[in-house]
């Protein structure tokens, strides 16, 4: 498996056949050391029955180590020239029948494009979409049973983070309704081409059963209000969603929480809580001006 990975060497080579520069726009930095790749497919702990799921392969470092344990890699690439080569960059050190390729946009990927169906998400996500790339997956892949995705540290501090602490937000929260996440490891600069600014974080998610029996969307609306306007009560926070901070209120003490608590205090069931408490007091929710699945990080 050591002489298929690709180094420092092979990658600028590579790269230079296509012609391909790494672009901001796409959030491309490229991973071009075999221990690192290695290092995150043993920390996904995945099984040789495992169908892996790549978003943004690149030049297909990741992807090699990928194919060494994974019954089946499905990638999926933005870059028309990155998706057109990576076939045969694969043909030349793995078994090219365990591998598809998607060019597209994995922010608009349902279950539909993929058989055979996947079950472990493993990825070095762009920097600048690695949060809804995240949410949307989950949400439009109920074969995954987990993953491991390597994103800026910053937004995995923000991922993992539980309740009461200072990063803990609209991330936290909405992977916490899917899964149960954790810190993973750090990853320098230094194996990335170009070399980043900042420092890389693994996180590690495993699926677990929703929360409460309570739309996702409605729980998330609750949400993306609580945390619109950080260091707000619950009561102010959630005025405009509840029609009414009286209103709000109302909700709050029906679902056993605090009007006076914040947002940042509360955990995913207690957020589902509320969603569950609107509709009983003739309370729809309304969407809030940020709502969404997939809500952005920005660096």
């Known amino acids: 498996m050591a002489d298929a990975l690709l180094g420092p060497a092979e990658i600028r080579d590579l790269a230079a056949r296509l012609g391909v520069a790494p672009t901001k726009k796409l959030g491309q930095n490229f991973v071009h050391d075999p221990n690192t790749v290695r290092r995150i497919v043993a920390a996904a702990g995945l099984t040789a029955d495992d169908v892996a799921l790549e978003v943004g392969p690149g030049l297909g470092s990741l992807t090699l180590a990928l194919l060494g344990t994974a019954a089946h890699v499905h990638a999926v690439e933005i870059d028309p020239v990155l998706a057109a080569a990576l076939p045969a960059t694969v043909a030349e050190r793995a078994d090219p029948a365990k591998l598809t390729v998607h060019p597209a946009d994995a922010l608009k990927v349902g279950a539909q494009l993929f058989t055979p169906a996947p079950t472990m998400l493993v990825a070095n996500l762009p920097y600048n979409v690695a949060v ?42 909405k992977l916490a309704w899917y899964a149960q996440a954790r810190a993973a490891g750090r990853v320098p600069p230094a194996v990335f081409w170009p070399v980043p600014n900042v ?41 405009g969603w509840a029609g009414g901070a009286d209103a709000a209120e109302r909700i709050l003490v ?46």
Do not use: C, N, W
């Open 199 to 239: 420092d890389s974080g693994l996180v590690a998610f495993t699926r677990r059963d929703p929360v409460a029996e309570v739309p996702r969307t409605d729980v998330f609306r609750v949400v993306d209000a609580a945390f619109a306007q950080r260091r707000k009560t619950l009561r102010a926070a959630l005025a």
């Open 254 to 299: 029906a679902a056993g929480i605090s009007p006076q608590a914040r947002g940042e205090a509360l955990t995913v069931g207690q957020f589902a809580a509320i969603a569950a408490a609107a509709p009983a007091l003739g309370h729809g929710g309304k969407l809030s001006p940020s709502g969404s699945d997939h809500e952005e990080v920005s660096p």
């Open 132 to 173: 809804p790339v995240v949410l949307h997956l989950l949400s439009e892949l109920p074969t995954l049973r987990g993953g491991l995705v390597m994103v800026q540290k910053e937004v995995a501090d923000r991922l993992v983070a539980g309740p009461g602490s200072k990063v803990y937000g609209v991330p936290s929260v």
